[in-house]
């Protein structure tokens, strides 16, 4: 386990604390959540919710609902007398992981189709330009990447079917980090965003199918070499 004291602020996150419209429990979440995206964060680090509170100015009891949260999410693990530390998963999992949400984020791209029109298009275009243009900041372009992928996901009106991706997505974020930080690789040669947006507007059930599964299984060896 690695051990490390949070002094506030030991990342910028892209919201203020005097910000009235986050509940105390919000504000531990997002802070944390930041943490292990920004890589300040990494996998086995100790998050000691004393810290947590002392930098946000709260109690502890929201920031150890947070954490509790963040467990169900796959981001945390806690330990009974030991206390929280971020999640780390093994070369296996990452690449069981990873085959998992190429499945189920292909099957909801192919269920997503029926219900894609114009506007939906548009959503889709202007969250790839986002992506796009945060592409000199690893982990906005990582939050922009998965909002990306989970609205096309929602598309298709699964509910449980976005919830388990959007946790995959989560518990496999500080892998893809590090990938995207040693490699300054973020679109995938052969498998480029452009690609997904491309086929969504053929609206081939197939196509669409293939294709983002394609683009989640890119570079599996390479990020599960990382753990």
């Known amino acids: 386990m690695v051990h490390a004291k949070l002094v506030p ?3 910028t996150p892209s919201w203020t604390v005097e910000n009235k419209t986050l ?25 000691p919710s004393e810290a947590v509170a002392e930098a946000l100015h709260i109690s502890r009891m929201p920031v150890r609902d947070a954490l509790r949260r963040l467990e169900g999410d796959g981001a ?8 929280a530390t971020v999640a780390e998963y093994s070369r296996d999992e990452v690449i069981q992981l990873i085959e ?3 499945v189920l984020e292909a099957l909801g791209a192919r269920l997503a189709l029926p219900n894609i029109g114009p506007r939906e298009i548009d959503e889709i275009m202007h969250l790839k330009l986002r992506m796009e243009r945060s592409a000199d900041d690893v982990a906005h372009w990582i939050a922009f990447h998965d909002a990306f992928h989970n609205y096309l996901t929602s598309l298709s009106r699964r509910p449980l079917l976005v919830r388990q991706t ?13 990938h995207h930080v040693e490699t300054h690789e973020l679109e995938i ?6 690609k997904i947006v491309d086929a969504v507007y053929r609206g081939d059930p197939d196509e669409v199918e293939k294709t983002v599964r394609a683009h989640a299984l890119a570079n599996v060896e390479k990020i599960a070499k990382l753990t």
Do not use: C, D, K
């Open 9 to 11: 602020p030991p990342w």
């Open 23 to 47: 509940s105390a429990v919000e504000q531990a979440y997002n802070y944390i959540l930041e943490g292990i995206l920004s890589g300040a964060l990494a996998p086995g680090m100790r998050v």
């Open 76 to 83: 945390i693990t806690i330990y009974a007398n030991r206390g």
């Open 100 to 102: 998992m949400r190429a």
């Open 166 to 178: 959007e946790r995959i997505r989560m518990m496999l974020r500080p892998y893809f980090r590090r």
């Open 189 to 194: 040669p052969g498998h480029e965003h452009q």
